[in-house]
């Protein structure tokens, strides 16, 4: 009988008390929200072992601070003295239904099964000041790469990796960029 | 042409083990400048004598912080930078980007946007494998089918010319559809040029894909098992040349695959010569799948009503993949309401294929590295974003 | 010049011991180098992709005397073809370097020429002139490989102004950058 995306869902929820379905899940995907970081290895091993989720797809986290800032981006001088500095595009978020802004960082994994044609996202909160949770490396080496980048770029930190440096930024730039309070500090290529 | 390697060359008989003779690893740097890196990719590779011990790719040579410009760009401004990330096919990019904010906005495509990005789709593919043919040939040592490969892209890219006016970086597929339209004149020349391309193809099996050098050099080189490559989250070609059957046009179809008739190239070994061939078999059903949804194109809108000229999509997330010529390309796109996307992530085929380079360089000979690295066909642009 | 040419035949039939030819030093070595400008291989991103294509059939480089050389030590002109990122702007200083003087930069496209598309990035440099000299820029985005070419031109028309008076090398950058209106030509 081939898997559905509910019994997915029924036998994660099962497996993990403090689950739930997430009330915005990413549009036509099961989405399940996690409850601790804890769940998360249990949740990966019922996904790997017994639902036949061999795919990690993504991981990657949203950081639902607030609008971004503007001092996270570095422009040059306009050399032109005729042209005047072009605006900042407006940019008017509103946070809607289900969506606010709130000091944390949303983790997503994208799960696939490539048999069955499925796919299935897991979310985790965690709090922005202390992001820690625990690495999928062992049980999916296609975590690695992704996880440095989340760290990189969003200093999340994954306790249990074997690898956890910086992957993408240069090694002078400090701070994580993808956050929106991210303030960028100038470095000798700025002007 | 037996193209087995002889065994006292194995890896292993070549790692010196008297224990009166000194030895020490070596340390190679290959990059970030390098001929064949294809981009500005750094190699750091730990050689003891010819048999590599440890691989580390390192990358961000190229990283241009895409994901936290498209924070302050409207929607249109964004599918420009889309382009360039596999800048070698940039029609699957926009294409990505588009079907994640129209599922975001609610938009319905027309049938003949569809049709047209389902065509400028596979035509780039047909031209990024070409590139890789061109450079995976220099990359091995035979110069001439790069020629050949580049001169037939260039018909590829009169066509595009033609349409948008842009050779690399089109910026064609937009919110809601597409940005310009095709006349007979236009299909016409299509059309020769698929008639052109058939009977090339078959010259580049007897030039190069069936040439005993280069069989030798591929064939029993960068062996990826089917569990290694499910584990590691390859995508694309390197994927289907492993044996596994996972096309995204086909298990999760968009823009109207599921109505034409092709088929998906799988590789036996998941060697260097099965993922090459992967490529060449597509690109003859890249030609297939352009002849029928020329044959049956619809006529009617370009782009979908009621998209607003600075959209705003309702807030919400979304995810958006296509197969892109180099694998899954994956779009997650969070809209807080607002006129630029809140977070946008690019599930980058490139940047997770690149890492499985770290499993099988480990025990090889340095000599073969470059045959691996060509086989995985990255583009660093998608790999630093 | 041309006059000396025109009448070159004939007053070369008269001269004992063969044909000669009369220009000044400075027009001969510039003759060499404009001919045979040799560029490292080095495409940083999608401008690579058009610089490709102008070594390839279409519009053969091959015909300028263009060949591209992969060490820094063989090339004498170095075509920054893509974005600089600040990682890579280390290397690049490497590259431009180890090159044998007289050198020349072509920043090709609008990344190389002003930070381009990412002109807000925090890890772009806003442009090659930012740590190398640079002699021609070329515009687009990314330019068009007859655009490449007549880059190419356009340097091979400043290499004719040369002089072997302004010192051996003979390279008329400063190091800060060329668009100090101070100094060279």
């Known amino acids: 009988m081939p898997l559905t995306k509910e019994d997915v869902i029924a036998r994660l929820l099962a497996r993990l008390p403090k689950a739930e379905a997430a009330s915005v899940p990413v549009r036509d995907y099961p989405t399940v929200r996690l409850g601790a970081p804890e769940d998360l290895p249990a949740a990966a091993r019922l996904l790997k072992g017994e639902l036949g989720f061999e795919y990690l797809e993504m991981v990657t986290a949203v950081d639902w601070l607030g609008p971004v800032r503007q001092e996270g981006f570095v422009s040059s001088r306009n050399p032109h003295p005729f042209l005047a500095q072009a605006p900042a595009p407006p940019v008017t978020p509103v946070a809607g239904p289900g969506i606010s802004y709130h000091p944390i960082l949303d983790m997503l994994w994208s799960f696939g099964n490539l048999r069955e044609n499925l796919k299935v996202f897991l979310r985790l909160a965690v709090p922005r000041d202390r992001p820690e949770v625990p690495t999928l490396t062992g049980l999916f080496p296609a975590a690695d790469w992704q996880e440095r980048e989340a760290f990189d770029l969003l200093g999340i930190r994954f306790t249990g990796h074997p690898n956890l440096i910086k992957i993408l930024t240069p090694d002078f730039l400090t701070g994580h960029p993808l956050r929106k309070d991210y303030v960028h500090q100038k470095d000798p290529y700025d002007e | 042409m037996n193209s087995e390697p002889r065994p006292e060359m194995a890896a292993e008989n070549l790692i010196v083990t008297n224990p009166a003779l000194q030895t020490d690893t070596m340390f190679v740097n290959m990059g970030p400048q390098h001929p064949s890196t294809h981009g500005v990719l750094r190699l750091g590779l730990t050689l003891s004598g010819e048999v590599i011990t440890k691989a580390v790719p390192d990358i961000g040579y190229l990283h241009r912080g895409t994901e936290k410009l498209m924070e302050t760009r409207t929607y249109n401004q964004c599918v420009v930078l889309t382009d360039r990330w596999d800048y070698c096919s940039a029609m699957p990019n926009n294409l990505a980007f588009c079907l994640a904010a129209e599922k975001l906005i609610g938009a319905k495509v027309p049938p003949r946007a569809e049709a047209l990005r389902v065509v400028m789709c596979e035509l780039n593919r047909i031209a990024s494998h070409l590139i890789f043919l061109g450079t995976y040939g220099i990359d091995i040592g035979a110069f001439t089918p790069f020629l050949y490969a580049f001169r037939e892209r260039e018909m590829i890219l009169d066509l595009y010319e033609m349409l948008c006016g842009a050779r690399l970086t089109y910026n064609y597929i937009r919110l809601g559809g597409v940005a310009a339209d095709i006349d007979a004149g236009w299909i016409a020349k299509c059309r020769e040029f698929l008639e052109f391309i058939k009977p090339r193809l078959d010259e580049y099996d007897t030039l190069l894909s069936f040439n005993p050098i280069f069989l030798v050099r591929t064939k029993a080189i960068g062996l990826i098992s089917k569990d290694s490559a499910v584990a590691w989250g390859l995508s694309g070609p390197n994927l289907r040349g492993s044996g596994v059957n996972y096309d995204v046009r086909k298990a999760e179809p968009y823009c109207g695959y599921e109505q034409y008739d092709f088929e998906v190239p799988l590789g036996r070994t998941g060697s260097c010569w099965d993922r090459y061939f992967c490529r060449v078999q597509e690109m003859r059903q890249s030609v297939r799948i352009i002849s029928a949804a020329l044959a049956k194109l619809p006529s009617g809108e370009l782009l979908a009503k009621g998209i607003a000229k600075i959209p705003k999509p309702p807030p919400g997330e979304a995810y958006a993949h296509v197969e892109a010529s180099r694998g899954d390309l994956g779009i997650y796109l969070v809209s807080d309401g607002g006129t630029a996307p809140y977070r946008l992530h690019v599930r980058a085929p490139c940047f997770v294929n690149l890492a499985v380079l770290q499993e099988i360089l480990v025990g090889k000979k340095v000599a073969d590295v470059i045959a691996v690295l060509g086989s995985l066909d990255i583009v660093l642009g998608e790999v630093d974003r | ?172 950058q400063q190091e800060k950058g060329s668009r100090d209106p101070a100094g060279g030509i």
Not at chain 3, 36 to 62: H, K, N, Q, V
Not at chain 3, 87 to 97: G, R, T
């Open chain 3, 1 to 172: 010049m041309g006059i000396v040419l025109d009448k070159l035949p004939a007053v070369a039939q008269a001269v004992p011991g063969g044909q000669i030819v009369l220009t000044t030093t400075d027009y001969f070595i510039d003759l060499g180098r404009k001919y045979s400008l040799w560029p490292l291989t080095f495409g940083l991103a999608c401008c690579a992709i058009e610089m490709m294509a102008a070594y390839a059939s279409r519009f053969d480089f091959d015909r300028f005397g263009v060949i591209p050389r992969p060490s820094p030590r063989q090339a004498d002109l170095l075509l920054i073809a893509g974005t600089v990122t600040k990682k890579m702007a280390e290397p690049i200083l490497e590259i431009y370097h180890q090159m044998p003087e007289p050198r020349f930069v072509i920043a090709m496209g609008s990344c190389a020429n002003c930070g381009g598309p990412y002109y807000d990035s925090y890890s772009v440099v806003k442009g090659a002139d930012r740590i190398i000299p640079v002699d021609v820029y070329i515009a687009g985005c990314p330019p068009r490989p007859e655009a490449l070419i007549h880059g190419v031109i356009e340097l091979q028309k400043k290499i004719a102004r040369m002089k072997l008076a302004k010192g051996a090398a003979a390279t008329f």
